[in-house]
């Protein structure tokens, strides 16, 4: 059957609400990246550039990324956290992204999970990653999902946090293979966290 990507409506938590990437909102994520406490405390984050995410929208339209088949890639939405009082010194108003992978792969299980999320240093400690999960997470039932693996850094204490705030299930520590992409983030292992839909 072919997928079909639906309206997700508003999704919006007071000053929080997740928007659709869009080339008008690029400036600000770039500014949000570059910030100084970004590339002090997340240089992976403050690695962003202009043409990273020109490719990355064109490969995203409206933030919808289509399956392939050939890398195993299911479909999934993408959205970026946009604040409505800007945060932080130098101010921000981009707070971090979100994705929603929809489907169950083996590769989703054990290192990527169906949701991934980051928030930039300045907007820490909002509870931004927990409460934009819980907006999207009416979007993977609409979709027929009953549960979602969510996985993280063992040392990512706050992501850790976010999964146990969310009433997910610690399920294992698994190690990463020598040959995945995320080796070369120097990752090595990746917490396993369960959520059950039908319980929320």
């Known amino acids: 059957m072919r997928f079909v990507f639906l309206d997700p409506g508003p999704l919006i938590d007071n000053e929080l609400q997740l928007v659709a990437p869009d080339l008008r909102w690029v400036d600000d994520l770039l500014f949000a ?10 240089p992976h984050d403050a690695s962003a550039t202009r043409q990273k995410l020109l490719d ?8 919808r990324q289509a399956a392939d088949a050939a890398t195993g890639r299911v479909p999934a939405y993408h959205f970026w956290m946009r ?9 921000i108003t981009l707070a971090g992204g979100i994705g929603l992978r929809l489907g169950i792969t083996r590769e989703l299980e054990l290192y990527s999970g169906n949701v991934g999320y980051h928030v930039y240093p300045p907007a820490r400690g909002h509870h931004y990653a927990e409460r934009a999960c819980r907006l999207v997470l009416p979007l993977a039932r609409r979709h027929g999902m009953d549960h979602l ?7 990512n204490a706050a992501s850790r946090r976010t999964c146990e705030r969310l ?8 190690a990463i293979p020598k040959d995945h992409p995320f080796r070369s983030r120097g990752e090595t292992a990746k917490c396993r966290y369960w959520l059950d839909l039908s319980q929320l």
């Open 33 to 42: 990246a570059h910030h100084p406490q970004t590339v002090r405390e997340s």
């Open 56 to 63: 990355f929208l064109a490969a995203a339209p409206q933030g």
């Open 83 to 91: 604040l409505a009082e800007p945060l932080g010194e130098p101010p």
């Open 149 to 155: 693996w969510i996985t993280c850094n063992p040392d």
């Open 167 to 174: 009433g997910a299930r610690l399920v294992d520590t698994v």
